[in-house]
Structures are given as C-alpha cells and as structure tokens.
C-alpha cells in the first residue's frame, strides 16, 4: 500500500480559501480529518471515490467541499470561508469501504492509510 501524501496548505486571513490535495491513495474511501493544538484528531470529510458519495462534519458543511479526480487519482478538499479555528494540521485518509453503504466511514479507525498531513493557518 502506498500512503497518502497532502499538498496546498497555507497560511492565510480569515475569509480566505484554500484548496488541500491527497494523492498515492489506492483504496476508495478518503477522508480529511485535522488536527489542532491541543485538540484531538476530528474528521472534515469523507467521500466515495467510486460513486462521489461524501459527507462532512457540521462545523465545515457548506464552507468545504470534498471531491475526487478519479482519472488523476486526487481528491480534493476546498477550503472557503475559513476561520481562525479551521487553523489546523489537516490530514488525509484511505481505506477500503463496503459500496452501497450511503456515505463513506466518518470515524478515524475507518481508515489505516495516513499521510503526513499538511498545515492551514487562518489569521484572523
């Protein structure tokens, strides 16, 4: 298995946007999942890259966006509207996921394939 390496973080001002990439996945299940200062790992998105399938965490749903390049072999996660607490080490996730399910695993122990994660830093 290869593991899964982000690009595109930053640092930016609040309102700002930015768009993550995760590459070298080989399993169709990916997620986005980040991590603050002295917070805990917590989940983005996550989507099905065999039928587009995704869903997001409350706090991010209408200001981020999840999506796959499936030729390229990319997903995406666009990052609008950010705020200083989107301020984080994000990662990206794969793994495999039973089709049919509705919308990808949401729970870290879902996936076992983890990149190196990348950071996006909101100043306010």
């Known amino acids: 298995q290869v593991q899964p390496v982000e690009s595109g973080g930053g640092s930016v001002q609040a309102g700002g946007s930015l768009r993550l990439s995760c590459e070298g996945y080989t399993e169709p299940c990916v997620a986005w999942f980040r991590e603050a200062p002295g917070k805990g790992r917590e989940v983005v998105a996550a989507i099905d890259t065999r039928d587009g399938s995704t869903d997001y965490a409350v706090s991010v749903k209408g200001r981020f966006t999840i999506s796959a390049d499936s030729p390229k072999n990319v997903v995406y996660l666009h990052l609008n509207s950010l705020k200083p607490e989107d301020t984080a080490t994000y990662y990206c996730?794969?793994?495999?996921?039973?089709?049919?399910?509705?919308?990808?695993?949401?729970?870290?122990?879902?996936?076992?394939?983890w990149g190196q994660g990348t950071q996006v830093t909101v100043a306010s």
């Open positions: 996730a794969a793994d495999y996921c039973f089709a049919g399910s509705g919308t990808p695993p949401m729970g870290p122990s879902s996936y076992g394939y």
